[in-house]
């Protein structure tokens, strides 16, 4: 999502898995550029259904070239719809602050997902290249001259 928290534009992607989830936030100048005051960022996460109290996560800034870029490692303890909030107080400043909602969703396999996913595009591959294989033999023995008998 991008919205604009008065002096900035705020991007945010989200890995949201349940355990320790993922969020990186953006933080740029409306033109698109560097902000001139760095803000401090924090997020929190409370369920839809109330079940749990807000819990505040602060951003740690990670390091990088020409980009404003903060990670968050929240924790969902079970899949549910969670309401999350970004908040930006520029030094100085009023916070301001965004809210959304997303779906807590089970961690993946890590490098096992490729091979689950690959795994039937490689099978219909190996098929075709058999298929080819005895294509080919075939079209060979055809165009072959009969042997002549003695």
Request: glycine share 8%; aromatic share 12%; no cysteine.
């Amino acid at each position: 999502m991008d919205s604009t928290l008065g002096d900035y534009v705020v991007s945010v992607w989200a890995d949201p898995d349940i355990g320790q989830a993922t969020f990186y936030i953006i933080v740029e100048s409306p033109e698109g550029g560097m902000p001139r005051d760095i803000p401090h960022v924090a997020l929190w996460t409370e369920p839809v259904s109330g079940r749990l109290e807000r819990a505040t996560w602060e951003a740690t800034q990670q390091d990088l070239r020409n980009q404003l870029q903060f990670e968050v490692l929240p924790y969902f303890d079970q899949g549910d719809i969670w309401n999350v909030g970004i908040q930006l107080v520029r030094p100085g400043g009023d916070p301001q602050e965004v809210t959304a909602q997303v779906e807590s969703t089970p961690p993946g396999y890590g490098p096992w997902d490729l091979v689950i996913y690959i795994f039937p595009f490689v099978f219909l591959a190996g098929f075709w290249a058999a298929a080819m294989v005895r294509r080919s033999r075939a079209l060979r023995r055809m165009s072959e001259p009969p042997h002549a008998a003695a």
